[in-house]
């Protein structure tokens, strides 16, 4: 146990070095910084207003209803069902699911093109506004907030990317 205690020290204090040699130190979230900003949540409102992509969400809604209405309808009456209508009830909530699952990727496939389209518009703005933001409070180090344990709420930048991609033209 205590040889796994001196390699566990040894092996943090090979992580945490050169945090401690850094100056400052800030946490930044990239994809929530971006997809805060006014032009994503834009893109967000138009994929919503497509007419196809409705119909998409509006299926996919009727169907989970369709699925969760006929699994109640089921379990409250199911027992008292022939044996073909239980076969023909389980083999139509199977189709139902798989229908449903295949339009929320659907609509995850859509809402995935548009948040990488505005990720890949928001490129140089994004190295623009975290320069400028690590010149002006002389950081040194930036770390992923999704890599970070615990940090205080001062050290996260991303709010303050967010708006200064706002504020770019």
Not at 3 to 21: E, K
Not at 32 to 58: F, H, I, N, P
Not at 95 to 109: C, F, H, P
Request: zero cysteines; glycine letters at 2%; hydrophobic letters at 45%.
């Amino acid at each position: 146990f205590m040889r796994f205690t001196q390699f566990l020290s040894i092996v943090a204090l090979v992580f945490i070095a050169p945090f401690a040699l850094a100056g400052k130190i800030a946490v930044l979230n990239i994809e929530g910084a971006v997809l805060q900003t006014e032009a994503a949540k834009k893109a967000e409102k138009a994929l919503q207003a497509r007419a196809d992509y409705a119909a998409l969400v509006a299926k996919a809604e009727s169907m989970k209803a369709e699925f969760e209405a006929l699994a109640k309808e089921e379990k409250t009456k199911g027992e008292t069902w022939p044996a073909d209508k239980k076969q023909e009830t389980k083999k139509k909530l199977k189709s139902l699911n798989e229908d449903y699952q295949e339009s929320v990727k659907k609509i995850q496939g859509e809402q995935q093109k548009v948040v990488m389209g505005i990720m890949q518009e928001m490129q140089p703005k994004l190295k623009a506004a975290i320069d400028e933001i690590v010149a002006a409070e002389k950081i040194d180090v930036i770390v992923k907030s999704q890599a970070v344990f615990l940090a205080e709420p001062a050290a996260d930048i991303t709010a303050k990317v967010t708006e200064k991609l706002n504020k770019a033209k």
